[in-house]
C-alpha cells in the first residue's frame, strides 16, 4: 500500500532556508497528489501546498506564495517542499499526506481539492522550528 515519509526538519533562524522531503512507495497509477500540512500547538492544521503527480498541478496557502515551493521527482520517489524566508510562525510539526483516486473520479489538479479530508495516507510528520 501507499506510505509516505516526511524529513528534513530541524531548527533554522529567521529568513533562513530548509528544505523538506517526502518520500513514497506503493503508488500503482500516476493519478495521484502529495500535500504538505502543518499543525503549530493551540492551532489547527493548515494546507500548505500540493502537487499532482499526473498533471503537475500545484496550489499554494496565501500565507506561503512567494517563500516556498514545492516540487516532485517521480525517478527519486520524492516530493520537495523548499522553504525560504523563513518566519517565527511557519513552525509547525509538517506532514504529507497522499491522495488517491476514489472510483470513478480522478484526482486532477490538486487544487480541486485541498482539504485535510480529502487525504488517504498520511505520513510521520517532521518538526520545523523558525527561531526569532
Known amino acids: 500500500e501507499v506510505q509516505l515519509q516526511a524529513s528534513g526538519g530541524g531548527l533554522v533562524q529567521a529568513g533562513g532556508s530548509l528544505g523538506l522531503s517526502c518520500t513514497h512507495s506503493?503508488?500503482?497509477?500516476?493519478?495521484?497528489?502529495i500535500g504538505w500540512f502543518r499543525q503549530a500547538p493551540g492551532k489547527e492544521r493548515e494546507g500548505v501546498t500540493c502537487i499532482s503527480a499526473s498533471d503537475g498541478d500545484t496550489y499554494y496557502a496565501d500565507s506561503v506564495k512567494g517563500r516556498l515551493t514545492i516540487s516532485s521527482d517521480n525517478a527519486k520517489n520524492t516530493v520537495y517542499l523548499q522553504m525560504n524566508s523563513l518566519k517565527p510562525e511557519d513552525t509547525a510539526v509538517y506532514h504529507c499526506a497522499a491522495v488517491i483516486p476514489h472510483f470513478p473520479d480522478k484526482v486532477g489538479p490538486c487544487g480541486r481539492h485541498y482539504y485535510a479530508g480529502r487525504y488517504d495516507k498520511w505520513g510521520q510528520g517532521t518538526q520545523v522550528t523558525v527561531s526569532s
Open positions: 506503493g503508488f500503482i497509477f500516476d493519478d495521484w497528489a
